[in-house]
């Protein structure tokens, strides 16, 4: 099983399911795509899920990202229940877009999401013509 860095909560573990504390940063689908192709492209991209409608695209981090994390336009918070259990992955409504058996690593490195999530914007940005 790949060690993800994030807890599935309980019942049994299947192939890939992550089975650590983590922490998910959570940004529109659109920057998410574009953040996911960048960081596939430099071998670095982990565990991320897309909710049900398609808006939202999160990023399975290590724990602690949250206590600095300050990116406009993306939110990170603990993956766990309000009773401090964690929480079981994927939650409903939501799917893997990256599985966790086929990530790249365990969990996304913080400064390369912040870097790819920059880079996103800046391409986005350019594409619209807001260069």
Known sequence: MLDTGCETGGGPPSAGVPDAPCELVTVPARHGLEAVDILRLR???GPVLHDGAGGT????VPPG???GWDLPGSVCAPAHRRSGRPADLPPAGTGWLVPPESAQTGTTEPARLRAAL???ARTIAAAEGGA
Not at 57 to 60: I, K, N, P, R, S
């Open 118 to 120: 920059s880079e996103a």
């Open 65 to 67: 990202t949250a206590e």
């Open 57 to 60: 695209l999160g990023f399975l």
């Open 43 to 45: 071998e670095s991209v």
